[in-house]
Nanobody, 115 residues
Framework: QVQLVESGGDLVQPGGSLRLSCAAS????????MRWYRQAPGKQREWVAT???????GYTDSVKGRFTVSRDNTKNTAYLQMNSLKPEDTAVYYC?????????WGQGTQVTVSS
């Protein structure tokens, strides 16, 4: 069983930046594909970004050029650097770990972009 704990969510003004962290338990973190999702009020959860075990990354179109996903396998942690934040980025952000048929979710962290 893997536990994921997100942190770093906050209230930030438009144009600001935040870095979210996702800390994982266990000793095979490097083998997981890590994904970030978000869910805004009244909307479905949507995929935001992926980083594979090999370091390949992918982003949904709305965050390309503004968000950067990364990982530090020595710290069992994945990150989501979010720059140039917009009000429409407001959501609960979740991290997700996948290895084969195993998938795990964190509890989420709230990001609010507002002046």
């Amino acid at each position: 069983q893997v536990q994921l704990v997100e942190s770093g969510g906050d209230l930030v003004q438009p144009g600001g930046s935040l870095r979210l962290s996702c800390a994982a338990s266990g000793n095979i973190f490097s083998m997981y594909t890590m994904r970030w999702y978000r869910q805004a009020p009244g909307k479905q959860r949507e995929w935001v970004a992926t980083i594979t075990s090999g370091g390949s990354t992918g982003y949904t179109d709305s965050v390309k050029g503004r968000f950067t996903v990364s990982r530090d396998n020595t710290k069992n942690t994945a990150y989501l650097q979010m720059n140039s934040l917009k009000p429409e980025d407001t959501a609960v952000y979740y991290c997700n770990a996948i290895w084969g048929r195993q998938t795990y979710w964190g509890q989420g962290t709230q990001v609010t972009v507002s002046s």
